[in-house]
T-cell receptor
Framework: DAKTTQPPSMDCAEGRAANLPCNHSTISGNEYVYWYRQIHSQGPQYIIHGLKNNETNEMASLIITEDRKSSTLILPHATLRDTAVYYCIVRVGGQGGKLIFGQGTELSVKP | EPEVTQTPSHQVTQMGQEVILRCVPISNHLYFYWYRQILGQKVEFLVSFYNNEISEKSEIFDDQFSVERPDGSNFTLKIRSTKLEDSAMYFC??????????????FGPGTRLTVL
């Protein structure tokens, strides 16, 4: 699975969009980008995933660059409850298979 | 909404004792996992389980660890002789099968294991 690089921490004002970047320059053609988050030592929570196209769900949007070497997770209107560690994980898609977590980005949403 | 549950939420044990951590995955899921997170460190994969056998395990998952699906609902992690360094939060997760490339893993709330 390709390595990912994320900033260790970011701040965001409540109500503003939070844009979390991830670099995955060694990603291969069959690898997906997954985003999970972990709120204060709770179990990680799936947010979104994508292969090539931009994706949106009720939680977030995922923007993947055309060369697929980087992506951005967007929380459109961050709330205090979005304060968490966000993990970008690149792996081959498909059922089963481990998730390899890095250090992630600690997002602090401030009032 | 269906969720993964884990018991107990906190387990304290003496070094050298055996512990069993229990998980109830989401009922129609067929893939099961254990991860652990030592305080202040990354979430680490331990083992995955499918079709009543281990499908993958990490180097952490040595002979002291074992997993079992004793019935149709529970999934357990046993540590035979606990060490101080086994102190961590242990997360169980499960995922569906038959969803193509989709692989959302649902995590439980975790069991905090403290080895004294």
């Amino acid at each position: 699975d390709a390595k990912t690089t994320q900033p260790p921490s970011m701040d965001c004002a409540e109500g503003r969009a939070a844009n979390l970047p991830c670099n995955h320059s060694t990603i291969s053609g069959n690898e997906y980008v997954y985003w999970y988050r972990q709120i204060h030592s709770q179990g990680p929570q799936y947010i979104i995933h994508g292969l090539k196209n931009n994706e949106t769900n009720e939680m977030a949007s995922l923007i993947i660059t055309e060369d697929r070497k980087s992506s951005t997770l967007i929380l459109p209107h961050a709330t205090l409850r979005d304060t968490a560690v966000y993990y970008c994980i690149v792996r081959v898609g498909g059922q089963g298979g481990k998730l390899i977590f890095g250090q992630g980005t600690e997002l602090s949403v401030k009032p | 909404e269906p969720e993964v549950t884990q018991t107990p939420s906190h387990q304290v044990t003496q070094m050298g004792q055996e512990v069993i951590l229990r998980c109830v995955p989401i009922s129609n899921h067929l893939y099961f996992y254990w991860y652990r997170q030592i305080l202040g460190q990354k979430v680490e994969f331990l083992v995955s389980f499918y079709n009543n056998e281990i499908s993958e395990k990490s180097e952490i998952f040595d002979d002291q660890f074992s997993v079992e699906r004793p019935d149709g609902s529970n999934f357990t992690l046993k540590i035979r002789s606990t060490k101080l360094e086994d102190s961590a939060m242990y997360f169980c997760a499960s995922s569906e099968a038959g969803r193509g490339d989709y692989n959302e893993q649902f995590f439980g709330p975790g069991t905090r294991l403290t080895v004294l």
